[in-house]
């Protein structure tokens, strides 16, 4: 009984430090989503700022008659797609620092982080896996209950052998008096038995669902594993693509000496304007993956 107490316990302490784990995941996952958020802030915030200046120019040679009214729409339109986007993202920005202060006890938290770290993907999953199977408090959870089914049976089986006493009895009858050793035995009942029955069952499903969690476990690691491993090279790609093809301080000086027509910059610029989201979103998702994949270090 001793043993299965201290099994218990520890057991209690595993299902504590699993829903631990649960939460601080879904607390880097939210600080990754704001890092992404504040990233995408300051981008909108370049875009916006020249998206102005293009529209105070066009107005200003439409007074003089150097423009027509609808490049000039042109240019409104096109601050006006930024400022909803960028408005857009405000509100995502609002609502995690929200979820943050929730998770924080209702304490504010100033979180202004606009960049990641560049994370260090396992090199090896195996190995790494391996590592994270010992330290996964769900997978010691279930082995736990194995354990704690095995001593239940084992306790069972004691409980449903027959005992046997022994002792000295002293009686008087009738004027005379009886010494002697005495024995006893006790036989347990089919209740003992069923319970005993009982408790193996109990251990052969835990067993099985010890396996089942453990495959789960695996194949879930592995996928995320992969999913990160082909993110990282994407957002690698994409960051060098975009650094080495950026043509916006090119477009910019040919939109100011009429080389190029604004509606012919819009889509030149538009090209790098959907390259550099894509690589915020592919080093976010690549971010989140990686988190999911760590959580045992948490």
Known sequence: RRNIGDLQSRNADLAYKAERTRLLLQAKQTCIDLVHYNALAKEYGIRLE???????????????????ILEYNKAKLNLTAIQTERAKVEAEQVALLAELKRMNGGKEIFFTQDEFTPPVLPADFEEWYSNAEAKNPVLQYVKGEVNIGKEQVKLSRALSLPKFTTG??????????????????????????NRQRHAQARVKASETALEDTRLQFYTRLQGLYHKASILQQNALELRRSITENRNDALLKKALDSGEISLLDYLMEIGYYYDAVIQALVVERDYEQALAELSAVEL
């Not at 020249?50 to 439409?62: F, K, M, P, S, V």
């Open 168 to 193: 000295y009895m002293s009686e008087t009858v009738v004027g005379e008096q009886f010494r002697g050793i005495t024995l006893g035995v006790s036989i347990p009942l089919w209740e003992n038995k």
């Open 50 to 68: 020249n998206a102005q200046r293009i529209a105070d120019t066009y107005r200003i040679r439409l007074d003089k008659g150097d423009a027509d």
